[in-house]
């Protein structure tokens, strides 16, 4: 059996399918990103769901593709952290840019971008998967992510500049103080994902005007730094994946217009699409 996997930092799905593409089975864990995740953790996290757990001993292949999985060191951490579980298994392990270009290619070369608890960019041939800049993480970078957007919230809210409806709204349900965030976010562990859980509240009010102007701004500002970057990006469909996209397709249609790129697919979970890619070309581990 093949399993493939599509990993953000937040949540992580599986697909586990036979030689011939059948779909077998579909399960879910907790996002693996190795710069946050030791190997216990990933072998725990896929341990305490035990009816994925149970087919470990089936799987002979594995397509895994992460946040976080970019260079040798942090594939290393994941592929052990794998091979704990799944002891009979071949295992690949690949940056999720590579899973979201693979997911939304249709036979004709594309940029494919991230949009999801992190952000990214690349372009695609349909082999080869190439990047012009890179991504500098929840601190740096992530424009237009869930994390970026996070943080845009609790900077409004704590500089008193949210409209007064949204100010009531977010006290209703959270009435987080400055000492709390600050602890959250610099002194525990995954502060991009807690930061990214704010898109609750931003989804729930996504029609609000205030929320869709500072939403399509930064997907304008993502277009320019992650896709203008590319010199041939006005001759190709950019094409988005993650929940981001999905839940503020217009803003992104929006921020298309504005910039004046060629608004492909928009994918809020990649994993469909790896597998179709998979079967179409019979990918095997060497």
Known sequence: MILIADSGSTKCDWALIDEKGNRLGDFQTMGLNPYFHDEDTIENAILANADFAAHANEVNQ????????STIEMCTIMKNGL?????NADILVDHDLVGSAMS???GEPCIACILGTGSNSCFFDGKEVHEEIPSLAYILGDEA??????KILLQEYFYKKLP??????????????????ISRIYREPNANVYL??????????????????????????FINIHVKC??????????????????????LQEAAAETGI???RIVRKPIDGLVQYHVRFKLHIA
Request: net charge neutral; charged share 20%.
């Open 62 to 69: 594995i397509f895994f593709y992460g946040a976080g999985s």
């Open 83 to 87: 091979t704990r579980v799944f002891k």
């Open 104 to 106: 939304t290619y249709d």
């Open 145 to 150: 992510s869930g994390s970026y957007f996070g």
């Open 164 to 181: 007064a409806d949204l100010l009531a709204a977010f006290e209703a349900k959270y009435a987080p103080t400055k000492e709390e965030i």
């Open 196 to 221: 990214a859980g704010f898109m609750k509240f931003i989804g729930e009010h996504r029609d609000h005007p205030h929320i869709q102007n500072w939403v399509t701004k930064g997907m304008i500002h």
């Open 230 to 251: 590319f010199a041939n990006w006005k001759e190709v469909p950019v094409h988005f994946v993650g929940s981001i996209g999905h839940y503020f397709e217009s803003c």
């Open 262 to 264: 060629r608004l492909g």
